[in-house]
């Protein structure tokens, strides 16, 4: 059974970077593409971007100018930076697997529980 | 940026009714559809992929169709356990995009 879990500080001020980790367990690091969403009250949910285990990037272009995924194969681990946060950036971050069908099209499978990170001075 | 738009955004009903929820796609997005049910508190879960194709473990209560733009979830008996927000996805193109959800609410 695949799990995701996200850690990292919930308390960020504005115009800090918020950093979080998804580690993952239970199945193939390396197969799939894995990807951050966060879903605020205003805004509901958004996708962020998504990695591959080689650290290919898709970033959702409203946020790229201040994105950056990374990935530790070694910890099975993948990590979310975003810089010069706002009120506005406060929401729940769930990191997701992107599972692919035999036909191309993709879904996320495996979910992380999610991480409530406040942007407050 | 692909919109999803869903219908309604919220509905009541009762246990053993069947119901149908509506997503939209601003345009063809083929049959790059997914469904979530989300509880709260909890993060979504996959139900529908592929527009059609049921998730293991999923109930077979849970049926969804459609391609093209316009997509449909549908329960064929609600359960107790199935109140909850329900979001569409599509996973077309980048930025991948979700619906502003559906609640089905207890009548």
């Known amino acids: 059974q695949v799990q995701l879990r996200e850690s990292g500080p919930g308390l960020v001020k504005p115009s800090e970077t918020l950093s979080l980790t998804c580690t993952v367990s239970?199945?193939?690091?390396?197969?799939?593409?894995w990807s951050w969403i966060r879903q605020s009250a205003g805004e509901g949910l958004e996708w962020i971007g998504r990695?591959?285990?080689?650290?290919?990037?898709n970033y959702n272009p409203s946020l790229k100018r201040r994105v950056t995924m990374s990935v530790d194969t070694s910890k099975n681990q993948f990590s979310l930076k975003l810089s010069s946060v706002t009120a506005a950036d406060t929401a729940v971050y769930y990191c997701?697997?992107?599972?692919?069908?035999?036909?191309?099209?993709?879904?996320?499978?495996?979910w992380g529980q999610g991480a409530l990170v406040t942007v407050s001075s | 940026d692909i919109q999803m738009t869903q219908s309604p955004s919220s509905l009541s009903a009762s246990v053993g009714d069947r119901l149908t929820i509506t997503c939209r796609a601003s345009?063809?997005?083929?049959?790059?559809l997914n469904w979530y049910q989300q509880k709260l508190g909890k993060a979504p879960k996959l139900l529908i992929y592929a527009a059609s194709s049921l998730q293991s473990g999923v109930p077979s209560r849970f049926s969804g169709s459609g391609s093209g733009t316009d997509f449909t979830l549908t329960i064929s008996s609600l359960q107790v356990e199935d109140f909850a927000i329900y979001y569409c996805?599509?996973?077309?193109?980048?930025?991948?995009?979700f619906g502003g959800g559906t609640k089905v609410e207890i009548k």
């Open positions: 345009q063809s997005i083929s049959s790059y």
């Open positions: 997701a697997r992107v599972a692919t069908s035999t036909d191309g099209t993709e879904h996320f499978d495996y």
């Open positions: 990695i591959y285990a080689s650290g290919s990037t």
């Open positions: 996805q599509q996973s077309y193109s980048t930025p991948l995009t």
């Open positions: 239970g199945g193939s690091f390396s197969c799939c593409y």
